[in-house]
């Protein structure tokens, strides 16, 4: 069976949130300042990637509120 995460861990989850919320705005700036298309894809394709891993990171998140007991 599967354990709650513990405090410590949801902290770190949620910092990590942070930082791929943080990655995903830096390459969408990125994107918009350069001219070649190559560069572009490459700034394109980060921001994907890092969506998908805040997406995962919420996934678990929403995983675990299913799981952790209720407290009151």
């Known amino acids: ?14 910092d990590c949130m942070s930082n ?11 994107l918009t300042h350069v001219q070649n298309p190559a560069v572009q ?12 891993h805040y997406q995962q990171l919420l996934t678990a998140v929403q995983q675990h509120a299913s799981i952790a007991p209720n407290i009151q």
């Open 1 to 14: 069976m599967v354990q709650p995460l513990t405090g410590k861990e949801l902290e770190y989850m949620a």
């Open 20 to 30: 791929e919320d943080l990655l995903i705005k830096q390459a969408i700036v990125a």
């Open 41 to 52: 894809q490459l700034f394109t394709q980060a921001a994907k990637q890092h969506q998908q």
